[in-house]
């Protein structure tokens, strides 16, 4: 079965300084190459736009991860019209439940990847995580 995952950016991806781009929050640009390679469809779901957006998408582009969509899911307009992105999983810091890791330089927190990347290996029954 193929998973589909939706990604915030802020706090998730990267550092929340929005409307900037932050440094690289640890674990994420390992685990999401992890879950490109294991064929997980990757969709950015985040509330920027215009060059804000732009950065994000570039951001995937120069670590190398493939993005099945951004802000929608690509296949979902033959089964509805609805605007919410569908996936199996969603990652956001703002999330209640999502694992969060404490920012080192007092900033707010951002998710834990290395939680993230135990949860998703264990719903994908996954080998490749």
Not at 38 to 62: C, H, P, Y
Not at 79 to 99: E, F, L, M
Not at 114 to 129: D, G, Q, W
Request: hydrophobic residues 35%.
């Amino acid at each position: 079965m193929t998973f589909t995952l939706a990604v915030d950016f802020d706090g998730t991806c990267v550092e929340h300084i929005y409307p900037e781009t932050g440094q690289d929050v640890p674990g994420a640009v390992e685990c999401l190459r992890k879950l490109d390679r294991a064929g997980v469809q990757i969709i950015l779901w985040t509330m920027r736009s215009d060059q804000e957006l732009e950065k994000a998408v570039n951001w995937f582009t120069e670590k190398g991860i493939k993005l099945f969509g951004v802000n929608n899911n690509p296949t979902q307009h033959t089964w509805t019209n609805s605007p919410k992105a569908y996936a199996h999983y969603y990652v956001d810091d703002a999330a209640i439940g999502c694992p969060l890791a404490d920012n080192p330089s007092g900033g707010r927190p951002w998710v834990d990847w290395n939680e993230v990347e135990t949860i998703l290996a264990h719903k994908m029954n996954s080998e490749y995580l």
